[in-house]
């Protein structure tokens, strides 16, 4: 959590399936009083890998009127720009054509913060990379007791 206030790019890194958009989920309820222009949640997994696709889902998530500017790109980066918001971008590695944008985003707008889960890091300066591993499991054969179950934090989670 303290990554997400610390940088302005935290990027929490794994295979699928392993618990990385729950983790986003959580710890940006956690850190929201810390963002006051709010937390915004973007689903990538749908859309193609283009620049472009990315932009105008993260429009369309803000809410943000392109009326008035030259294109998407830029009445985004003029809206976000003095607001202190955090963006979730949630599998991240389906779009990664859009990293210089998610950089320029970052350059220009000094009071953004991303989070993103992706199965590989953006490359981008100031990512503070969380790789997230699996949960033990208690072992699949044995006699299961509730004391030996609750030693592991993948029981204590469900």
Excluded: Y
Aim: aromatic share 6%; proline share 4%.
């Amino acid at each position: 959590m303290d990554a997400v206030v610390a940088h302005r790019l935290a990027t929490l890194r794994g295979m699928g399936g392993i618990g990385k958009t729950r983790l986003a989920d959580e710890v940006a309820a956690r850190v929201s009083q810390a963002f006051e222009d709010g937390v915004f949640f973007i689903e990538l997994s749908h859309i193609q890998d283009s620049e472009a696709a990315v932009i105008s889902e993260l429009v369309a998530a803000l809410k943000v009127n392109p009326a008035g500017f030259p294109d998407e790109a830029a009445a985004l980066q003029e809206t976000l720009r003095n607001h202190r918001a955090l963006l979730v971008l949630d599998n991240f590695e389906v779009v990664m054509s859009a990293t210089p944008f998610v950089g320029r985003l970052l350059r220009r707008c000094s009071g953004l913060h991303m989070l993103v889960t992706s199965q590989a890091p953006l490359g981008l300066d100031g990512e503070q990379q969380i790789e997230v591993i699996p949960l033990e499991t208690p072992p699949a054969e044995g006699s299961l007791t509730t004391e030996l179950l609750a030693r592991f934090d993948s029981f204590q989670l469900f």
